[in-house]
């Protein structure tokens, strides 16, 4: 059983387009993380919610929104895609205070 | 703030011993250490809490000095499958609500260990 797990693992899109990346985790944490990591490996913290609140909300654009249906799911909507927007997305997920564990990412490329 | 690593990257023949050191300008509460393998997501590896611990995995260790606020990562007898790209993350506090607690991690040290 996959612990934590995103959807999709790649995407491919244009400048302009509009895309979502869903998280998913059955560990019965209540904390979740959107994770950038940029070409240079570069592993910065976007968001974090607990029980479905926003916690953690870095200096990111405000073309990035997180939502959080529940507590196992967070999924990354983003607007007007841009080229510096490519990356890998990592979702982690943990207990209050305890270790996160990442998703298996989300690599996407902006063309 | 972000800690900062050192070195930047490493090679080690396959026995050889290796630190990795993750420094602070501002007063920890813990430090995590993951492991990122190319293509791979980081894996945990160990949580080190303030108190000046240490703690171990197989033959990968690590100690925290709370007084210089700087962590240690030795890892021993390297073998092929500690290649990756070593991460610490750094938590300087907790927040007034729970799960508010932040990782800033520093820039990786890739390690490449050869036969």
């Known amino acids: 059983d996959t612990a934590v797990s995103q959807t999709p693992k790649y995407l491919v899109t244009q400048m302009g387009n509009d895309k979502s990346i869903k998280c998913e985790q059955n560990l019965g944490h209540d904390t979740m993380y959107w994770y950038k990591q940029d070409s240079k490996k570069f592993l910065k913290i976007m968001f974090s919610y607990n029980n479905k609140e926003l916690i953690i909300n870095e200096t990111v654009p405000n073309r990035f929104s997180p939502k959080s249906p529940d507590k196992a799911h967070l999924n990354l909507h983003i607007n007007s895609l841009e080229l510096g927007d490519s990356a890998v997305y990592f979702c982690?997920?943990?207990?209050?205070?305890?270790?996160?564990?990442f998703g298996p990412g989300t690599r996407l490329t902006v063309t | 703030q972000q800690p900062v690593q050192s070195p930047q990257a490493v090679i080690l023949r396959e026995g050889e011993d290796a630190v990795i050191n993750c420094s602070s300008s501002?007063?920890?509460?813990?430090v995590h250490w993951y492991r990122q393998k190319h293509g791979e997501a980081p894996v945990f590896l160990m949580i080190?809490?303030?108190?000046?611990e240490q703690k171990g995995h197989e033959k990968i260790s690590a100690s925290f000095n709370e007084k210089k606020q700087q962590s240690s990562l030795y890892l021993t007898a390297s073998q092929l499958s500690y290649s990756g790209t070593y991460f610490c993350?750094?938590?300087?506090?907790?927040?007034?609500?729970?799960?508010?607690?932040?990782?800033?991690f520093g820039k990786g040290t890739k390690l490449s260990v050869i036969p």
């Open positions: 501002k007063a920890l509460y813990s």
């Open positions: 080190l809490l303030k108190g000046g």
């Open positions: 993350g750094t938590e300087i506090g907790r927040g007034s609500g729970a799960g508010s607690y932040q990782l800033t």
């Open positions: 982690a997920s943990s207990r209050w205070g305890a270790v996160q564990y």
